[in-house]
């Protein structure tokens, strides 16, 4: 007790009081609290109050008709937004909700920020996508074979993007005789679509292309968005003409790309996928002139060898001469004919690689490869004649040893063998009829006559 008759009691009144938080550890507590109770949380609203300090960092406020929360996004994640946020921007962003402990304030650490518009348009195009793929739009039985060699390319695209460019400088590259038709159309904005639309009808109204690219260079969701528009998927679904669509970069995916007939990454792929590379061809013609040149020698060779065979096996007795001269006829005949076919066929075969370099090859290497196949061709012609005439002068050869027991001199005397339109001889008046067509061998040639009358012995009388 003190002098008064009182008992101290301060020191029992705080062991029973309950332990007071600092204002720090109350801070930490909630801080831990609210971020482990939103793990991350998407939030839209109107931007206000955007700051950007020196430390790169950036501070702003979302703001509906009622609340604001405060947010800030740091260097390193920011570095990564395309376009700087502006205020009273509609934004979404994602994050995690947080308290700075310095002041108290609940805030959000924003990880990434897109406008509000962005999610409207994703969900529209997951919207199409499901509708048109129920529709059959998107199956593989009914997109159609882009061919192996166009004879002429359309383009529906802009006529001062990069797109047009990109294409026509890898076409030059790989294949400049293929001619390439513009259909010029906006490729971005509200009047895009109907553009577009416009374009690959006037393609297939032209007539004139073989394939059809429909595309632009990159851009935002917003810019490529005229390739989501359910008038331009239809109009691509509809299209006679085979399409490859090649709208913005690889990354870029378009409701155009899975109803077009092929996928190209970019308008550039979109030119190397349906070009054949020259060089390629150029190598294949090289390679089958060699081919045909051979060819051409082996099959001289080959009859060469063949007369020389025959030429050998004639005998001296006048009988089996003559059986030989006329099989050397009909080899000079066969031999006559098959140069003629081949002549033929080279000469089809030149016409057509001819048609294929005018469209493939530069004018140069298509002259160089005319005059090497017109002078193999003249070659080949002067060997054949120098053969047929040498063979032609031994024919004459035989021929006249042959005539001094030929029966052909029996018609030198003014006698003829007759045959009717079989080519049977006749030996008798009453194997032919009135009307019938008949030949005559004479010593000089051979007369083709009508029967007019048929009298036989009996009827001449004696």
């Not at 406020?61 to 947010?71: A, E, H």
């Not at 030429?311 to 099989?327: H, M």
């Not at 290497?365 to 017109?374: C, E, F, G, P, W």
Request: proline share 4%; hydrophobic share 40%.
């Amino acid at each position: 007790m003190d002098n008064d008759g009182v008992r101290p009691v301060t020191s029992s009144l705080q062991d029973t009081r309950p332990r007071a938080l600092s204002v720090s550890e109350l801070n930490h507590q909630a801080r831990h609290l609210l971020e482990s109770s939103f793990m991350q949380v998407w939030v839209e609203g109107e931007l206000s109050g955007f700051s950007r300090p020196s430390s790169g960092h950036w501070y702003f406020s979302l703001k509906d008709r009622k609340c604001q929360v405060r947010c800030a996004m740091f260097r390193g994640l920011n570095q990564r937004i395309r376009t700087l946020p502006k205020e009273g921007d509609q934004v979404r962003i994602r994050g995690k909700v947080t308290l700075y402990e310095n002041r108290g304030d609940f805030q959000i650490i924003v990880e990434h920020i897109e406008p509000a518009g962005l999610g409207a348009l994703q969900q529209a195009f997951e919207e199409l996508k499901r509708k048109l793929l129920a529709e059959g739009l998107f199956d593989n039985a009914r997109k159609k074979p882009l061919p192996s060699l166009p004879k002429h390319i359309g383009v529906v695209t802009s006529p001062t993007g990069a797109a047009i460019h990109d294409i026509l400088t890898v076409l030059a590259r790989r294949c400049p005789a293929i001619p390439v038709t513009l259909y010029p159309t906006a490729v971005q904005g509200k009047a895009a679509t109907a553009e577009i639309v416009s374009a690959i009808e006037r393609a297939q109204t032209h007539g004139v292309v073989d394939v059809l690219i429909i595309g632009r260079g990159g851009g935002s969701l917003e810019d490529l968005w005229c390739f989501n528009e359910e008038a331009v998927a239809r109009a691509i679904a509809a299209c006679t003409i085979p399409t490859v669509s090649a709208v913005g970069h690889e990354v870029d995916v378009t409701i155009a790309d899975f109803v077009a007939d092929l996928r190209a990454p970019t308008p550039s792929a979109a030119a190397e996928k349906i070009s054949p590379d020259q060089s390629d061809w150029l190598k294949q013609l090289r390679e089958r002139e060699f081919r045909f040149s051979n060819a051409i020698g082996l099959a001289l060779k080959r009859l060469s060898t063949q007369l020389g065979h025959l030429t050998a096996r004639l005998r001296d007795p006048r009988r089996e001469l003559l059986e030989k001269a006329q099989r050397m006829d009909e080899l000079e005949l066969r031999l006559e004919k098959a140069i003629r076919q081949r002549l033929s066929t080279v000469s089809v075969r030149n016409d057509h690689l001819h048609q294929r370099l005018v469209m493939q090859s530069p004018r140069r290497q298509l002259a160089q490869s005319q005059d090497t196949v017109k002078r193999i061709t003249e070659r080949m012609l002067s060997v054949m004649q120098q053969s047929l005439r040498h063979r032609r002068e031994s024919l004459e050869h035989a021929a006249q040893t042959l005539n001094v027991v030929s029966p052909l001199a029996t018609l030198g005397r003014g006698y003829a063998i007759v045959r009717d339109g079989d080519g049977k001889i006749v030996r008798e008046a009453s194997a032919v009829s009135a009307g019938e067509t008949i030949s005559a061998r004479v010593a000089t040639g051979e007369l083709t006559a009508k029967v007019t009358s048929v009298k036989t012995e009996k009827e001449t009388g004696p």
